[in-house]
């Protein structure tokens, strides 16, 4: 049977399939044009800014970071350039491991190398660059530029590296630079400076390096770069040139720094000298030292365990974290604070028998039988342990502690170095607080303040107080605020800044009582019975000074005996020093750890330092190995019109006066301080 068909009915059906077709084939149109609309009208700011970022990079320019120099212009840090090759982790086509393998075939890769690039590696971000050699040859960079092709992700990068050509000369003050880890850049993103450390890698890690960063990282600049569809710089569009950071001009002088470290030679110890007129610090020693160009790359693991795990410790900075009691060198302030407070009178004496009683504890004095009778005067010169036992206990914690509060003890300087150190000035309130878990031992003692007179007990002063304190005594007590950094030189305009440019304050002290003082210090160096006078012979000029030994662990009264003790116990040495007398140009404040007596081991260094300083002299090299044929000497002409200058003659010591009444004794629980010999 034939099927008839319906051709309207197809037709009609055709005709709507057609009807539909189109209409979709307009609103497919229809989305296109709109989509072409939205993305060439609409969006076409957005997306012609994000092809024009992917065609031209913002390239940050890395600042020259400042020179450090010391006082005559002798340069301590540095800039040199060098080519380094830097693997990107993020762009790597390969394993780690296999990319270092043949990258040693083209360039000398030694087992430190890896080591240094693993650790940097795990403080660094993936996108970021991290260094695998630094200072390549010419050859070097030769041999891996024809070979660039084959490994994605690895570039030789010129970079700028910090130098401190003078090694372990004022490490300590100087400090250095790193790499800068994943917490330094962290606080550095949340800093108002974040912008000016784009693509800074390196910064300030310890000493001025690090207090002054900002000064000596100076503005980064840029550049706007057209790029490849492969990222290669094609020609750069526009530039804004950097900011060099500023200029650290110092007041060290390094060639007495010189003079001082090879003056301690192997001993541990510090050493402050200041201007006392400008508080300007003009040697500033801490040894052991370090390389600080050790850091600057990285420092390999040896060598860092060596300086890390030392029992001499070299990284410490030891005239601002190092404390010590200061020995006998407190007497002079002893002296003075009697003075002002109208306790003794210069004149006034006492019989020394060679002990002081006290609630039935004796308290023994360095010579045997004692001084005889002994004046504020020859108290200092001779340095008499009964004189300030007595003197102690008639002034008592309260005033001894308000009055040496004058003079900086037990608080910061301010110097312009991190973590310095307030030390300790004993008081009752500090006792209290110190033992609050120890009812018992909160209470203050007469014995406390017996040994604190002597500048020993709980005494614990840094050397940078010490020298602080002797340069405001030398200055008749205006106080200047120590400083290493003298002048800051701008970047660009070369334009130079003070940074301490006036006095901070002025102890109220009487002028004859500061003249009588610095007399007494006179006669350390010059009587006849002075602790300093050996050390001080024929010096050429006259200056004041004090000895003093402390103690560093306590004897349970027992005798002192340097031999029977290990040589980390045995006492610290130390000296202080003014100079010229009439006129101070310098104050000095040094402690020798362990070394024994001040006068033998502290006093000599503090006349080589003087010696320099005032004449110019130096003494001769030590006769090593290293003075072999072929060794560079070292030469350092004396100072210019820099002639020693006169002092005033010490101040005769008058006439011993009748001892004094005993004072009343405190019946309380005593620990005698042990005399030692200056």
Known sequence: MTEIKDSDREIHRFRLRLTVLVG??????????????????IQHDKYHAQAEDNRIALVPIVPNRGLIVDRNGVVLARNYSAYTLEITPSKLQASMDSV??????????????????????????????????????????????????????????????????LGEVASHVVGYIGRINQREADAIG??????????????????????????????????????????????????????????????????????????????????????????????????????????????????????????????????????YPPGSTFKPFMSLAALEYGLRRPSDAIRDPGFFMLGGHRFNDDKPGGHGYVDMYRSIAESCDTYYYQLGNEMGIDRLSAFMHHFGFGEPTGIDLEHEKSGVLPSKEWKANRFKRNRAAQKWVGGDTISVSIGQGFNNYTMIQLAHAIANLANNGVVMKPHLVKLIEDGATRQRTLTVPKESRRIPLKQENIDFIKSAMVGVTQEAYGTGRRAFANAGYISGGKTGTAQVIGLKGQKYNAHAIDERHRDNALYTAFAPADKPTIAIALVVENAGFGAASAAPIARKALDYYLLGKRPPPPKTDETAPGAKPTVTAARAGQAPKAAVPAAVPPKAAAAPAAPAAAASPLTAPVPTKE
């Open 24 to 41: 979709l084939v307009f609103v497919c149109f229809g989305l296109l044009v709109a989509r072409f609309v939205w993305l060439q009208v």
């Open 100 to 165: 270092i393998d043949e990258l040693a075939k083209l360039v000398a890769i030694e087992p430190k190398d890896r080591k240094r690039f693993k650790r940097l590696l795990e403080e660094s971000r993936s996108f970021a660059s991290v260094p695998l050699r630094t200072r390549l040859t010419d050859d070097e960079v030769a041999r891996f530029t024809a070979q660039r092709f084959r490994f994605p992700g690895v570039e030789v990068q010129a970079r700028l590296f910090r130098q401190y050509p």
């Open 190 to 323: 949340e800093s108002d400076d974040a912008a000016n450390y784009n693509g800074t890698e390196h910064i300030g890690k310890e000493g001025l390096e690090k207090k002054y960063e900002r000064q000596l990282h100076g503005t980064t600049g840029y550049e706007e770069v057209e790029r490849s569809a492969g990222g290669r710089a094609i020609r750069t569009l526009s530039r804004r040139p950097p900011v060099p950071g500023s200029n650290l001009i110092l007041s060290i002088d390094i060639e007495l720094q010189k003079v001082v470290e090879e003056a301690f030679g192997d001993q541990r110890g510090a050493f402050v000298a200041i201007q006392p007129e400008t508080g300007d610090v003009l040697a500033y020693v801490s040894r052991p030292g370090f390389d600080p160009n050790l850091f600057v790359d990285g420092i390999d693991s040896q060598s860092w365990n060596e300086l890390n795990t030392s029992l001499d410790k070299p990284l410490m900075n030891r005239p601002l974290s190092g404390t």
